[in-house]
């Protein structure tokens, strides 16, 4: 640990990492006396710190609660819960609790896209962006997707497109955004949220103040905090006048606004039907941000989706193989079972665990029957699993990644689909989920 005066009021970065750093590299320029804490004693980011900011006092070890009391300010990273008791006793005090969106959107004037929801948030904001590239549009892309918001500051953008956590939005005062979208909810995060509908109210502030709603008319829990004057909705059906949806003409699937015909779905080089809602969502943020039509759907016909997102790798002895890493919760399994499907008689055999983050699978056990031949089940969680799903298919246990799809070439038929999608985090056995996906296309190539 590092320790230095704490002396007069102060500005407190609360957790280091990438976002921390980007908090500090915002406001050190400033008139500002800064400190940074961080519960570990080897935070990511640390050595760049001591390099860049040799004169910023950094706590680092268990936090402490005279540099919590000394704080004016706390700019709290979204890995830090607000229920952390040093921060909590801050809030009752008065004090001031942001993040590091917060400070981004109290410098911004042009206009923000917010896009948050249980699933699909990264697809949605890159194709997005992708739309706003071809309409010949400067847009500032990222958040929760990668880049800090904070690097995102630059006087030439014209727009902002930003994936916001519920972690981000517990933080967050002034986000008026020109358009936002919850796209879907389902329960995650439980390990840090009391219950799903603490989860749901911290998404709903992504609505507060928002010129356009957009509404996911499928979704019920997602539709109910938006309660905006102007809405622009979508769904996975016909829709109505004004609306997006799925067509069906002499059985060709089609993208439309009302009876307007946009675009054949057999277009959209994203696989699964999830990535069809995902288009629709992203054309409906875009007509409320007054992008072209045919821009937006030239973007969709050239996005092949994002990596570790039901991407496709391979097709080995008439099985084809999907790494959908990013599943780190059941509704992005359910979502990813239910876009791969095929009304041929085919299956999924479905490779799943890792750390459940308390979540409960029985609506994926509910789920398996139709979609699934059998089950491979990986990690510390998967016993967890295999009592939720209670024999409604078969599963085997595997050691690690190549033994998982060893198992599952095993159990496939021809014309199946294996896919990874471990409705779970990966940090019992990988440093994050594109680690894991990596693992999984190596073990794939080896099969090959």
């Not at 590091?100 to 109290?106: G, S, W, Y």
């Not at 570790?308 to 999907?322: G, K, S």
């Amino acid at each position: 640990m590092i320790k230095q005066q704490v002396g007069a009021p102060m500005t407190l970065v609360v957790g280091l990492g990438p976002t921390g750093l980007s908090c500090v590299r915002f406001l050190a320029g400033g008139d500002v006396r800064l400190a940074v804490i961080d519960s570990r004693d080897h935070p990511p980011c640390l050595q760049q710190l001591r390099d860049e900011f040799p004169d910023v006092a950094l706590f680092t070890g268990a936090f402490e609660a005279d540099v919590f009391e000394a704080a004016e300010r706390l700019i709290v990273s979204p890995g830090v819960s607000l229920k952390e008791p040093l921060i909590e006793q801050a809030i009752s005090r008065g004090i001031e609790v942001i993040g590091d969106v917060e400070l981004f959107l109290r410098e911004v004037s042009v206009p923000v896209v917010a896009i948050t929801g249980s699933n699909g948030k990264s697809t949605v904001t890159t194709l997005l962006g992708e739309m706003a590239k071809v309409a010949g549009l400067r847009a500032g892309v990222g958040g929760n997707l990668g880049t800090p918001v904070l690097e995102l500051l630059d006087e030439a953008n014209e727009l902002y497109i930003l994936e916001l956590s519920s972690f981000q939005l517990e933080t967050i005062c002034s986000l008026r955004a020109t358009a936002a979208v919850i796209l879907n909810l389902s329960a995650d995060h439980l390990d840090r949220y009391e219950s799903y509908d603490e989860y749901v109210q911290a998404k709903a502030v992504i609505y507060r103040n928002a010129k356009t709603a957009i509404v996911n008319l499928d979704d019920s829990a997602a539709m109910r905090p938006a309660k905006n004057a102007r809405s622009i909705s979508f769904c996975m059906q016909a829709p109505q006048p004004d609306q997006y949806g799925i067509c069906d003409i002499d059985g060709v699937q089609w993208l439309c606004r009302g009876e307007q015909l946009l675009l054949q779905t057999s277009e959209i080089p994203a696989a699964g039907k999830h990535n069809q809602a995902n288009a629709l969502a992203a054309l409906a943020l875009g007509e409320a941000v007054g992008l072209p039509m045919d821009a937006m759907l030239l973007a969709i016909r050239n996005f092949r989706g994002l990596a570790h997102r039901t991407w496709f790798v391979a097709e080995v002895n008439h099985v084809r193989w999907y790494n959908d890493s990013k599943g780190t919760n059941v509704g992005a399994s359910i979502a990813a079972l239910e876009g791969l499907d095929m009304a041929d008689g085919s299956r999924s055999i479905l490779i799943a665990g890792g750390d459940c983050k308390g979540a409960d699978f029985s609506p994926l056990a509910a789920l398996l029957p139709a979609y699934v031949r059998a089950l491979v089940l990986i990690g510390r969680d998967a016993s967890h699993i295999d009592e939720a799903v209670d024999g409604a298919v078969s599963s085997v246990s595997a050691v690690d990644m190549n033994d998982a799809v060893r198992l599952a070439a095993g159990l496939a038929h021809p014309g199946d689909r294996v896919l990874l999608s471990p409705a779970c985090a990966s940090f019992d056995m990988y440093e994050n989920y594109m680690q894991r996906g990596e693992a999984f296309m190596e073990a794939v190539g080896r099969l090959a």
